[in-house]
């Protein structure tokens, strides 16, 4: 099928979604544009600050899109282009967008707290407690993931062996300098914005030439160091990044790297319409190949690899960690909770069109990665390999990505930091200081962050495979428990929770099959006597979220009978 059809299509039914059932929800859940949002009630200058719509939208946009929506697309394509574009459209509207909009206004609703806190509200203690254990393994395995990813993409070649500042830089010295560069400007648009008060419009103006001037030197002047040193640098970054207030790197950050996206977006669509009718391009992505394929049946593989695109676990952990402390009216919590996730789902589309460029290549194991894969295939439709445009849009997707995964890094981090504490505060504790005892060190922001930070960053310096196996299964696990905490909350408030019902299901058990599935695998890897130490990783990795999840979705369905038997 022509590759401009399929994006046409995707923006319209993704728009006729927003406009039709992200209205019907905001109606159902009462959204109220006059009452005061925890980030005007509770206004702290670190965590709680208002934002303006643009720029949380930028930094909820940046940091829950990451490299997942390009990823997932791209490795599920094998089942087909029809599978693929019907989850990200269909899931991003009835799962997906349910999803992040609904955490959103419920952590509004509770002072901006997290899904664990609303658990503990609806479900008890003891969920709470074993919601933020599980939450905290899957972001492990969001630090690990990402952690893998940037310093791969910036590190220099073990052949290469240079180090420092170099004038004639290869594709990942380039992109770490222009990285390095990016956060020293999302520092000073900080500034300017919140301390010396210069308006978002010009400092936006400023911030997008900025962007293009550190381009223009990282293309000239690079930076190189090991795998290594890139991963201790980036664990002492994201430790830096969770601590210090949101105006000074994480809002700023967040909202100029949203420019990157917007851009990437809008040129991927430019490709799109040059290669439609010129055939610079063609898009050979098969409608469907059949429900069985290298990475599995189609039920449940498809539902757990395309994830970010489609449903993500993650969002729920924005929107109700570092989103909702920022919103400034819940009249904006569609727009940003609701409509991102629509945008993200368009991404998905649009990578799953890039790799249909350059499909039979990726088949064959031609490309590192799926982003590379989706760097090739946009720029493919730009001119042939080895042309100045090529090679130039090339190199500007590859910086894209890495941005974006640097930005989910932040706010993984930071959300860390905020969970950790919960684990080990009181029910009559507000934060850490509260605390007795040897309680106070564990709930003590720095003490979590570097746990957490150390944790991940070792896991990510492994390069294991298996890291990106379990957090598939994790983060859509996450998705179906957020789903099923957002859904007990409204029917614990009285308001019309029956949308949530068949999403949270399906999740739940396309995500528990799954892990059952990498269970038994193991067991037969370790019964044959070939597993490694990743492999007894998986396994019991797999085997407590799988736990963990069964007893909260037990404890979920028993508070659903409760509401159900009050209202009888």
């Known amino acids: 099928m022509n590759a401009l059809l399929i994006i046409i299509a995707a923006i319209a039914i993704l728009i006729v979604g927003y406009m039709t059932y992200g209205s019907w929800l905001c109606k159902q859940w009462g959204i109220d544009p006059s009452r005061k949002t925890p980030a005007i009630e509770k206004e702290d200058g670190v965590d709680y600050v208002a934002a303006k719509p643009a720029v949380l939208m930028g930094h909820h946009f940046s940091s829950i899109a990451g490299a997942g929506p390009i990823n997932g697309p791209i490795q599920a394509s094998v089942f087909g282009w029809v599978p ?68 791969g993409t910036f590190m220099t070649l073990p ?38 008060g210069v308006k978002t419009l010009p400092a936006s103006i400023a911030g997008i030439i900025g962007i293009v001037i550190i381009t223009v030197i990282g293309l000239n002047v690079g930076f190189g160091m090991s795998r290594t040193a890139w991963i201790v640098f980036i664990g002492a970054y994201i430790t830096i990044a969770s601590l210090v207030p949101v105006w000074i790197l994480l809002q700023p950050r967040d909202y100029l790297s949203s420019f990157l996206l917007y851009a990437m977006m809008a040129l991927a669509v430019v490709g799109i319409l040059i290669s439609a009718f010129t055939h610079q391009a063609t898009f050979e992505i098969p409608a469907f190949t059949g429900w069985s394929t290298s990475i599995g049946p189609l039920f449940p593989a498809l539902f757990i690899t395309v994830a970010c695109g489609a449903c993500s676990g993650f969002h729920s952990l924005i929107s109700t960690g570092t989103t909702s402390k920022q919103l400034d009216n819940e009249k904006n919590a569609k727009v940003i909770g609701y409509g991102s996730m629509l945008i993200e789902s368009a991404l998905g589309i649009v990578s799953l069109i890039a790799v249909g460029m350059v499909y039979q290549t990726y088949l064959d194991g031609g490309f590192g990665s799926p982003s590379a894969a989706f760097g090739s295939g946009i720029a493919a439709m730009f001119g ?20 974006f995964a640097l930005t989910s890094l932040d706010t993984g981090t930071r959300l860390s930091r905020f969970m950790f504490s919960e684990l080990f505060l009181a ?34 310096g492994l390069s294991l495979s298996q890291i990106w196996g379990l957090f598939g ?22 308001k019309n929770n029956k949308m949530f019902f068949i999403p949270m299901c399906f999740m739940l058990i396309a995500t528990l099959c799954s892990l059952i599935i990498t269970i038994f695998k193991k067991f037969g890897v370790i019964g044959s006597g070939e597993a490694v130490w990743g492999d007894w990783f998986q396994l019991i990795f797999a085997a407590a979220m799988a736990v963990l999840a069964v007893i909260l979705a037990i404890q979920g369905v028993q508070t659903l009978s409760k509401q159900k038997g009050a209202k009888a």
């Not at 042939?384 to 894209?400: F, K, M, P, S």
């Not at 507000?430 to 570097?450: E, S, V, Y």
Request: hydrophobic residues 50%; glycine residues 12%.
């Open 84 to 151: 693929v574009f019907l989850w990200c459209v269909l899931g991003g509207i009835f799962f997906g967008g349910l999803q992040d909009f609904g955490s959103l206004f419920a952590s509004v609703r509770h002072d901006g707290k997290s899904v664990g806190e609303i658990i503990g509200d609806t479900m008890g203690k003891k969920a709470k407690k074993l919601f933020i254990i599980f939450a905290l393994l899957v972001l492990i395995l969001v630090i690990a993931s990402f952690v893998n990813v940037v310093a």
């Open 159 to 196: 052949e290469d062996g240079r180090s420092g500042f170099l004038t004639d830089p290869t594709g990942n010295q380039t992109t770490a300098m222009i990285s390095l560069l990016f956060i020293v400007l999302a520092i000073i648009y900080g500034y300017v914005t919140n301390k010396m």
């Open 384 to 403: 042939d390999e080895g042309t100045g445009t090529y090679d130039t849009v090339r190199a500007l997707l590859t910086l894209a990505v890495s941005v």
């Open 427 to 460: 029910e009559d504790e507000k934060t850490w200081q509260d605390a007795k005892g040897a309680r106070k060190l564990l709930a003590h922001p720095l003490f979590g962050t570097i746990l957490m930070v150390v944790i991940g960053c070792v896991l990510g």
């Open 473 to 494: 299964a994790a983060n859509q696990l996450l998705a179906g428990i957020a789903l099923l905490a957002v859904c007990a909350w409204l029917g614990d408030v009285g």
